[in-house]
């Protein structure tokens, strides 16, 4: 069975599409992120779809571009939000699974909680705060592998999932 090599699941600014277009890069394999599929696939942004179509036909596109993306040979990136649905944790199940922690200080230095990210609109430091301590339970169980972003320059993250991938590779 075809699968990606490894799917990358954590909260905004976790840097899985930063991390995740790098790892692809050294093994040689295409990147898909989850949320770029979304946005390419509707011609417009996570933000504006969340605002017009609402929270629940997102989660749906979510889930429905997880599911389609689970049968080649990739570097996958989730949305935050898509391991924390039944569904995504599901199919996610036998699955290589690197959670990217971050620290709020991290994070928001990462992304600059912006009005890009429309769950952190209103108080994003205490939104993020209070989503991470929902999701970190099931971005904890479903994970094959965890690594703690805090204070880490890119490469050197970069060099701890590869780790994780290469070692499970040559076993």
């Known amino acids: 069975m075809v699968s ?24 040689g394999l295409p990147f898909v992120d989850t949320d770029a599929l979304i946005v390419q696939e509707q011609q417009r942004s996570v933000s504006d779809i969340f605002v017009v179509d609402g929270e629940e036909t997102f989660r749906r596109l979510e889930a429905d571009a997880a599911r389609r993306s689970l ?24 699955h290589r699974v ?12 990462r992304i600059g909680f912006d009005q890009s990210r429309p769950l952190l609109a209103v108080n994003p430091r205490a939104t993020w705060s209070r989503m ?25 993250v970069v060099e701890e999932v590869l780790a994780h991938v290469t070692k499970v590779d040559h076993d």
């Open 132 to 156: 991470m301590t929902q999701r970190r339970p099931a971005y904890e169980r479903l994970a094959t592998w965890v690594v703690d972003t805090a204070g880490k320059d890119v490469e050197t």
């Open 4 to 27: 990606p090599r490894v799917i990358l699941i954590g909260p905004p600014g976790a840097g899985k599409s930063t991390v995740g277009a790098m790892v692809a890069d050294r093994l």
């Open 71 to 94: 049968d080649a040979e990739t570097v996958l990136a989730l949305g935050g939000g898509a391991p924390i649905q039944d569904a995504v944790a599901e199919l996610l199940a036998g």
């Open 98 to 109: 690197l959670f990217l922690d971050v620290a709020i200080a991290d994070a928001s230095g």
